[in-house]
């Protein structure tokens, strides 16, 4: 059932880095745009940043412009989130999302291709 798998995360100290993975269960990817949503327990899944293959474009939400940087391999075969400048306050898990449909949502319903996640923990 789970495709996406996420891998990278760690723990570090505030202002740290890290740079997390997301493969399609070592295929390349079908789906044109690929997005990272993170989650703090008790919260709901918010939106952090997308990648639209085709058009060569990246977004990212407010909390993470110039920190953050999404990417991927020429090849399709991973995605990436170089991670800068961590904060405590950053939600701790990262999830790497395929959309259902062909409209970009930056709400989960809008995603029905999820990895099980990947923990980034920051320390002060």
């Known amino acids: 059932q789970v495709h996406l798998v996420e891998s990278g995360g760690g723990s570090v100290q505030t202002g740290g880095s890290l740079r997390l993975s997301c493969v399609d269960s070592?295929?390349?990817?079908?789906?044109?745009?690929m997005a990272w949503f993170r989650q703090a327990p008790g919260k709901e899944r918010e939106y952090v940043a997308h990648?639209?293959?085709?058009?060569?474009?990246?977004y990212y939400t407010d909390s993470v412009k110039g920190r953050f940087t999404i990417s991927r391999d020429n090849d399709q075969s991973t995605l990436y989130l170089q991670m800068n400048d961590l904060k405590p306050e950053d939600p701790p898990i990262y999830y790497c999302?395929?959309?259902?449909?062909?409209?970009?949502?930056?709400?989960?319903?809008?995603?029905?291709?999820w990895g099980r996640g990947t923990q980034v923990t920051v320390s002060s």
């Open positions: 999302a395929g959309p259902s449909g062909s409209l970009f949502s930056k709400i989960p319903a809008g995603y029905d291709n």
């Open positions: 990648l639209s293959w085709s058009g060569g474009t990246t």
């Open positions: 070592g295929q390349t990817f079908s789906s044109n745009t």
